[in-house]
């Protein structure tokens, strides 16, 4: 399992690495990826996480990787899709920056006891979630101060006057979403984790 996800990851990562639309926009785009990756490796036999968790990581970095070959503006598929005027591929992503986060931290939360009680755990995750999407609203503004047009592929606002926002509700969805609907199969992991808990972190 471990090597199906690697040769995947990197399978999906060496096709979104050839002749990218845009070659600075796909290093900004696959960069989260690549550190998560990288993350997840050294991580892997002191913290290791659960299947469901490993399985959403990599659906999140292969969504990050499309962007980065196409630009999040021209992912083909997405052109025109249900008749919108602009291509949506970007709020897939940003769903995702809510979704796939959440689950990380309600692994987190729950494995090393930081919150108790559901409710006050759910707004916490939510709470952070938010946070996440929003500073990485911050990091592509400092990128396009830092870079001007280069960036604009990278922004992928494409004239959207709210794109900021509507990238921060997406973020928000998603992180409920994720409690919803993967709570209960997630706390089935969970258990089976908890049960290898102390040779795997010790």
């Known amino acids: 399992m471990r090597l199906a996800w690697v040769l995947l990851f990197s399978a999906v990562l060496v096709w979104s690495g050839v002749n990218p639309k845009d070659q600075f926009t796909w290093f900004l785009e696959v960069l989260p990826a690549i550190i998560g990756v990288v993350l ?4 892997y036999n002191r913290f290791r996480l659960t299947p469901l968790l490993y399985f959403f990581i990599l659906t999140h970095c292969i969504v990050l990787m499309v962007g980065g070959h196409y630009t999040y503006a021209e992912v083909p598929l997405f052109d025109g899709l249900f008749g919108a005027e ?3 591929y970007d709020k897939v992503g940003h769903f995702f920056q809510g979704f796939v ?4 931290a309600r692994e987190i939360f729950i494995r090393r006891n930081i919150v108790n009680g559901d409710v006050w755990r759910n707004i916490l995750i939510v709470s952070v979630c938010l946070a996440f999407s929003a500073f990485y609203e911050l990091i592509e503004w400092w990128v396009a101060l830092l870079t001007g047009e280069d960036a ?4 992928g606002t494409q004239g959207y006057m709210w794109d900021t926002q509507s990238d921060m509700l997406l973020a928000l969805i998603g992180a409920v ?5 993967l709570s209960k199969l997630h706390n089935i992991q969970l258990v089976k984790v ?3 808990k102390k040779p795997l972190e010790e």
Request: proline share 4%; glycine share 0%; hydrophobic share 50%.
């Open 40 to 43: 997840l490796a050294s991580t």
């Open 86 to 88: 602009r291509n949506n």
């Open 101 to 104: 986060p959440a689950l990380l």
């Open 152 to 155: 604009e592929a990278f922004l």
């Open 194 to 196: 908890k049960i290898q």
């Open 177 to 181: 979403c994720s409690i919803i609907f």
